[in-house]
């Protein structure tokens, strides 16, 4: 919002320099884009008196002019533009001025003929080619009125000015306007804020009614419709003051109707519009949405498609313009208009949102009206347009206006204690402080002591609850005065048991050299199918975006391996010889259709941490899921199931020297830092895996996941090729069974005995059966088993494998003999060839 800073001195009396005017809105909650300087510069740039201007003599698009500068004798000027004329008063640059653009003038020759200067355009002046009033867009700077000859020219047009660009967040509305701003400077200064005068002489002999009729048929989408009529009117260009306010604040003047509503609009920050009332067919205004399919033409000359629930204004026979938006071209005030409708209306901000989102039409006025404007405002500002044209004399105001209103209810005060105001800002403000800072801000403030009741100002939309009234005490009262306290209590925060465990196993990981990942939770569905990941599970139930940036990023994940495996095979195709990561991260899986009670489509946000659903009929009748990624909290509107989110981890390595029983290897080390000791199953059925060479991973009899050899189809998918082996754990089950206690044992005194046992067995035999068996028959005095060998080979024999462990026998309560650890051994010989059919191989 560019607000000059001489229009907010109108309003209110400042007498302070622009650094301390915006130190002090800054700490007053006021933020600033920046601040820029008209004028600034300029030196050596006069006003000229054109005395005569003639063609060139060796050009037919040049002319000379001779100028007239001040106490110097008058100058001969070469230039381009066409619109020179004699007696025209121009911006000229004299030799040896700079423009702001940094062109420095000097004496010149054109095609044999000197020229002493240059005559500007208001572009060439520093103003940017969008606020140039039309009138002068194409040629030199034609200035209207009289001027001394030679004197400053930004002295001269005020335009010597500061302009204040003020960024204005979406829950202030009513700071978008000059007189906004300058509430919030009077509160600021704690001055008094002088309005404008909108009285205005009802002389006219006629009224409204009989020139025009109103009809809101959506009252929910028009609140308040008001339309003024002018007569005899006069389209000329608008007085410079007015140009010059307009085009310091961001707009081009046009004519002198058309910048009196952008004045307006500037000013009280209400949107207006005028129409011609000739082409108002039937003297009637109706206010309905538009027909489905409807194509209507705008100002700006495009024809637009309209939907069902865009809101037009219509007269009897056709529609004349889009609500809120823009006016229509059939309706466009012209040169000869001498009857004008003037439309002051108040719309539904999030209709008026809508119709500019589906048009791709953004403008001043909508912009204002989807951020909320109060109904009350309206006649304000269309009595100041009143007031504005017979100050301009561009016509005569007809008595009365055509007001379609129901009113609003009495708004409901704020109650506000004095004592949560000092416990929330940490301060000792009075309540009579408080309230002086709220009456400055133009609020209605009644009770005493440490209750307060607060009427906000029919403008502040925004108030609504005890703590936004905190905090307009505490930005009028300064923030840079609040002292500086603690937050009370003793809360102590402590990570969470599945985070800390999640922490515990990469710090685990990372000790045995795996890399940490981290990839994308939006991923393509065609991703299951590539790592040949099968159906059973839940693995297809995905959650859907509704409308994803593309395929590969329309569903989030189900499973962490297809994501692993790209990492792993855009390593291999960059030629890394060897690599071993990891990743800890989210699954999703929505809940089955049945369950679900008919969710079918999901809506994500990335920005908080709580995810909840709700069934939107009214928006497009189906249900939907809110969902965010970043926290574990979910709640619903209509006890809807909504989808699982569980921590997965995934892992893989491939290079020289690695196999299945180092990736196993790490998951018991892994396992171990939890005190958990899982049990391994082979497992042949498992399609991303190579046959005989996977095995999946139970605790207490819960399947928790699986690991082995990347099937060599999937690794081709991928571009790995080399073995690789790779893995997935559902980590909540981990550490929902995870022992961390550490139990304190003493160093044994007794020395051990070791045997080492080697078996050979049929291979469907698992070491896991035979280390059971050891186990239950060692008696109390083994103490640990351990499998340190696997052989296949000719001397074995087809069909049979040679497993070989290591066992250490020791007692607590003295040294053992042999004979006592060779009894213990013949015995768990004697129940291994009995149960499992066990040999014991001659090494």
Known sequence: MLVPLNWIKEYVDIDAGIDEFCERMIMSGSNLEGVRTYGEGLHKIVIGKVLSVKPH????????????????APVQIVTGAQNVTEGAYVPVALVGSVLPDGLKIKKGRLRGVDSYGMMCSAQELGFDDKVVPIAHKDGIWLLEGEYEPGTDFAEAVGLRNDVVDFEITPNRPDCLSIIGMAREAAATFDKKLRLPDTRVNDAHEKK??????????????????????????????????MQKRLMLAGMRPINNIVDITNYVLLEYGHPLHAFDIRTVEGGKIIVDTAEEGEKFVTLDGSERLMSGDTLMIKDAAKPIGIAGVMGGLNSEIQNDTETILIECACFNSDCIRLTSKKLGLRTEASARYEKGISPELAKEAADRVCALIVLLGAGRVVSGAVDIYAGQAAPEPIKLRVSRVNKVLGGEMSGALIKSYLERLEMKVAGAGDSLEVLPHYTRLDLKEEVDLIEEAARIHGYDKLGVTLPGGGGIAVKPRSRSLCDAARGALTGMGYNEIQTYSFVSPKGVETARIPEEGGTRDFVRLINPLGEENSVMRTVLLPNLLEVLGRNYSRNIEAARAFEIGNTFRMA?????DGITAAALSTSGGVVSAANDTAANSLPTVALSTSGGVVSTADDAELPKERISMSIGLYGNGVGFFTLKGALETLFGTFGLTPEYRAERDAPTYHPGRCAAVYLDGERIGTFGELHPDAARRYGIGVRCYVGEVDMESVAGKADVMRYYRPLPKYPSVDRDMALVVDEEVTVRELTDVI????????????????????????????VAFNLVYRSAERTLTDEEAALEYEKTLTALSEKLGAVLRDI
């Open 57 to 72: 003599e060796n050009s037919d698009h040049l002319v000379v002019g001779l100028v007239e500068v001040g106490a110097e």
């Open 208 to 241: 409204a009614s009989d020139f025009i009729s109103v009809e809101v048929k959506n009252p929910e989408l028009c609140s308040r419709y008001i339309a003024r009529v002018v007569t005899d009117v006069k389209i000329e260009q608008s007085p410079w003051w």
């Open 592 to 596: 089955p259709a049945s369950a679900a």
């Open 775 to 802: 186990r239950s028959h060692g008696g109390k005095i083994l103490e640990s088993v351990k499998m340190f060998d696997v052989y296949r080979g000719k001397q074995i024999g087809e069909g049979k494998k040679s």
